[in-house]
């Protein structure tokens, strides 16, 4: 190639090897076998730097989308199953308020039946057999109390236990020297515990210490003779 037709060549290409492309197919440069070969050559090189450089970006972009798909399916199964978890808890917690106390009615409806039987009998009787009544409601509340027992509830102790804030309620003091003050001494209304919780605390009477005026009443007329002996003696 001479040097003015390379320098014709390097004029035409001013937007580089694509443009000579371009002129080559319009016909504008005349056939050579050596710039047909350097543009083929170019174009080769040009599609290989494209391919390398858009290959991983085109499969980097799948990829992310299918992540993206995955994640997007998790979620909607997520949300799908926090959707039915909430039905469920819905469910159970409107049954369980509902019907939670069921099996307490049940162990408790042998009690009822066996006081309209008592009812009934003593209605019957107008009356006369009382003791036998007696009887029967003794053994409603053994009954009652083996049902209440099934579910947890127990009767806290309280007479002869010293007083506890946590289960027990005063409702008065009487002064009792004979045992330790707080204790109790009275129940006026039984409390129960539900396994370890408080449905009731019992309602109690509690001892305190005499006051100092009562302790003293049976030694005053000891004092009296001691100051009237010291006094006849000074005499």
Known sequence: MSPKKKIEIETEDAEGWEGVAEAAAAGALAPNPELEAALKEAEASLEAREKATAAPEGSGADELAVQLKETEDRLLRL??????????????????????????????????????????????????????????????????????????????EAVGKAFDPAVHEAMAQAPDGSVAPNTVIEELQTGYMLRDRLLRPTRVIVTRAPDEAEGDEGKQPEEDDASGDGGGSGE
């Not at 009822?112 to 009356?127: K, Q, T």
Request: hydrophobic share 35%; proline share 0%.
């Open 79 to 156: 949300l799908a199953d926090f959707e039915n978890f909430k039905r469920r808890a819905l469910k159970e917690r409107t049954d369980a308020n509902q019907y939670g106390h069921q099996n307490l009615v049940k162990d408790l409806l042998s009690t009822v039946d066996n006081l309209d039987r008592a009812i009934g009998h003593a209605r019957e009787s107008e009356g006369e057999d009382f003791e036998n009544l007696l009887q029967g409601v003794e053994l409603m509340q053994r009954e009652l109390m083996t049902a209440l027992g099934k579910h947890g509830v127990v009767r806290i």
